[in-house]
């Protein structure tokens, strides 16, 4: 497997755009891993017969479910101006605002050169031994539940908490405790991926989300459903892969690079 970050133009629909892009890189399967990027235009299929029309530009948050073949239709999901999150199928009409950069984590392809344009990022090969245990530790910090908002991050080998691989802090749009929760754990989840982890364990002082994640409690929220379906899909791309809830104290690391993310975004 490898990872490549793709840039489709503006003025474009990004899907049609996307699957032109793959194609020519010889990409004959994939998943993304991250997306950013405005449209116009949007259209979404959300359910069985239902079309929604949202006003204005809205960002891209995520692209889930396969990007290749043509029964293939990736789940969408946007924010509109407001701070409102919707996913569905992105119907006609959709067009890019601005530049799109994706990381696509690609599973089978091609002997083929990449064109301009296209950076290949890492390979998952054998740079994170297969075999070893890794640990993943996340928060997510909202000032105001919604208000500005911040994530944090921390990698490291089980048993070497001393010597993080990743350690990271990074702003995020204003938004609630709940989402920045869900945003740290999809966030690092991506970092094990492209690491090459393939045994993790995930710790989180967030008991709703560990339970949310493990089953145990139903998710209802709109706000919360895409981005619990994203998590599920990438731990599933784990050999082995637990979400375990830990008290805060011992989460004090992801929550102060949390908290950092949220000073960062308010300069």
């Not at 950013?36 to 929604?52: F, K, P, S």
């Not at 204005?56 to 924010?79: F, K, M, Q, S, W």
């Not at 967030?206 to 929220?221: D, F, H, K, N």
């Amino acid at each position: 497997m490898r990872l490549v970050m793709l840039r489709l133009p503006a003025g474009e629909n990004p899907l049609p755009s996307l699957r032109t892009r793959l194609a020519g890189e010889g990409i004959e399967a994939g998943f993304c891993l991250s997306v950013t990027g405005e449209m116009v235009g949007v259209h979404l299929r959300i359910g069985e017969g239902r079309l929604r029309r949202i006003e204005g530009e809205v960002r891209l948050l995520a692209l889930n479910g396969p990007l290749t073949g043509a029964a293939d239709e990736p789940i969408v999901t946007v924010c509109d101006r407001d701070g409102a999150v919707y996913a569905g199928v992105l119907a006609d009409g959709a067009t890019l605002r601005s530049e799109a950069e994706l990381q696509i984590l690609v599973t089978r392809s091609r002997e083929t050169p990449p064109e301009n344009g296209a950076i290949a990022v890492r390979e998952r090969t054998a740079d994170t031994p297969a075999e070893a245990g890794y640990v993943l530790q996340t928060d997510g910090a909202s000032k105001g539940n919604p208000g500005p908002a911040g994530i944090g991050f921390v990698l490291f080998r089980a048993g070497d908490p001393e010597n993080p691989i990743v350690a990271r802090g990074e702003p995020i749009e204003e938004t609630t405790n709940n989402v920045a929760e869900y945003r740290a754990l999809i966030r690092g989840l991506q970092e094990a991926l492209l690491r090459g982890v393939a045994r993790l364990e995930v710790r989180t002082d967030s008991q709703l989300m560990a339970r949310q994640v493990s089953g145990g409690y139903r998710v209802t929220a709109p706000t919360i459903l895409p981005l619990h379906a994203e998590a599920k899909k990438l731990l599933a791309r784990f050999e082995t892969a637990t979400v375990t809830y830990v008290p805060r104290e011992q989460n004090a690391l992801a929550d102060k690079l949390a908290n950092q993310g949220v000073a960062a975004g308010r300069k």
